[in-house]
């Protein structure tokens, strides 16, 4: 028997050459899978040279190849960050799988490509699981609403001071944010109730049954300051200013004594009478233990909410809410002889609302509308411009924000 002859490899009979394209996928899929071996069982000198391999291998591949590098690398705990912050770069179709699960990219990674793509990416960077404080800076830093809105969502995000500041002045033109800062833990009385002036009805119940609270471990920690004080004739206006936001006595005793009024109650009934005159506004705020730049801003509020606070802090009995309603003019009733739904609400939260608890809201914006307010915040509220935290304090902040907000004429 003859013996079989070798086979000889033609042109007809050789394999036919593989496509350029194909062995750039096949040596991508061979680097990723070096890059995808268990630490234990490759040096991370080894690993990081392939990466570095695979960066160049895809910088001028399709979008498909990219985009399976990306989902191969995106779950590996030691994936070469530079890869893994050129593919977060890439196209959202590649990048949102690095930028949305990645948990290799550091907060440094993440501030640079945050500070370097499109709005839809900062989108997904704002789904992620966890976010740090100093992320959530840079994504809110663009003012984009989608973004901001989005991460305002996330649980598992931190909100530093700068960025609720940087929402709290969106959020006067932007009433969603309202309703998502109440839901955040991290959201100060100061921030709730400087929103309250702006938001929404429903809005407002919520700032107030979150902030409007009794002040008695304050009250009963500082009592024995106040006869030192006094002793020491109130020389010191800091100290004056916050013993009078912890005072229990929410009526004005000196201001009552220097009144033509021979009280707060009939101040009240001059206005229903006559009318609110400025000067009655001013004796009513005094009297009430406000200044008159927070009196003026309750009483011109649109809606009653906070006028009830005004009533019921420093004790006026249900009717006199009534009277202030009728002084300011407003309506009693609507069109369908019901009674006006501003009025309702006001009612409903004189009804609500506990003496003491009003009193924490009276003072707290008495304090902070009006504590610093000099001459340098003075030109920033007439600027329009904000004043800076760290220069002024948060109650300077309040007041640039509140006296500079310009509400939308209402439709009835």
Not at 175 to 191: A, F, G, K, N, W
Not at 353 to 380: C, F, G, M, P
Request: with cysteine; proline share 4%.
């Amino acid at each position: 028997m003859q013996p079989q002859s070798a086979l000889e490899l033609t042109e007809t009979t050789a394999a036919k050459p593989l496509e350029a394209e194909d062995i750039r996928r096949q040596l991508a899929k061979r680097l990723a899978d070096v890059i995808c071996i268990p630490e234990s069982q490759l040096a991370p000198q080894e690993r990081h040279m392939a990466g570095d391999v695979l960066v160049e291998l895809l910088r001028e591949a399709d979008v498909e190849l990219r985009e399976n590098a990306a989902k191969r690398i995106v779950m590996l705990n030691e994936a070469p960050r530079t890869i893994l912050v050129i593919l977060a770069k890439d196209e959202l179709k590649v990048a949102r799988h690095i930028l949305e699960k990645s948990k290799s990219l550091t907060d440094s990674d993440l501030i640079q490509i945050g500070r370097k793509v499109s709005k839809e990416h900062r989108l997904v960077m704002a789904q992620r699981r966890k976010i740090s404080d100093a992320v959530v800076d840079v994504l809110v830093e663009f003012l984009e609403e989608e973004v901001v809105e989005k991460v305002l969502q996330n649980k598992g995000a931190n909100f530093s001071e700068t960025a609720l500041q940087r929402i709290l002045r969106m959020s006067r033109n932007h009433h969603r944010y309202v309703e998502l800062l109440i839901t955040r833990d991290e959201l100060r009385p100061s921030h709730g109730l400087t929103m309250f002036w702006w938001a929404e009805p429903e809005m407002r119940r919520k700032i107030l049954k979150r902030f409007s609270i009794a002040r008695s471990v304050l009250q009963d920690s500082c009592a024995d300051l106040y006869p030192k004080a006094a002793a020491n004739g109130w020389s010191d206006p800091a100290v004056r200013k916050a013993l009078q936001f912890i005072e229990r006595r929410q009526r004005n005793r000196a201001a009552m004594d220097r009144s033509h009024f021979e009280g707060l109650e009939a101040a009240l009934e001059a206005a229903e009478a006559g009318g609110l005159t400025r000067e009655i506004t001013q004796e009513i705020s005094y009297m009430a233990g406000i200044k008159p730049a927070t009196g003026a801003q309750i009483l011109t509020d649109h809606s009653g909410e906070a006028i009830s606070i005004l009533c019921k802090a420093p004790g006026l009995k249900r009717d006199y809410l009534f009277k202030i309603w009728k002084a300011l003019k407003r309506p009693l009733e609507d069109e369908n002889g019901n009674m006006a739904p501003d009025l309702a609400r006001a009612i409903s939260t004189y009804d609500e609302i506990s003496t003491d608890k009003a009193q924490t809201v009276l003072r707290y914006w008495n304090w902070s509308l009006t504590s610093s307010l000099n001459e340098d915040v003075l030109r920033h509220i007439k600027d329009g411009v904000i004043p800076r935290e760290e220069d002024y304090g948060a109650a300077a902040i309040t007041a640039a924000l509140v006296f500079g907000y310009k509400p939308e004429p209402r439709v009835n």
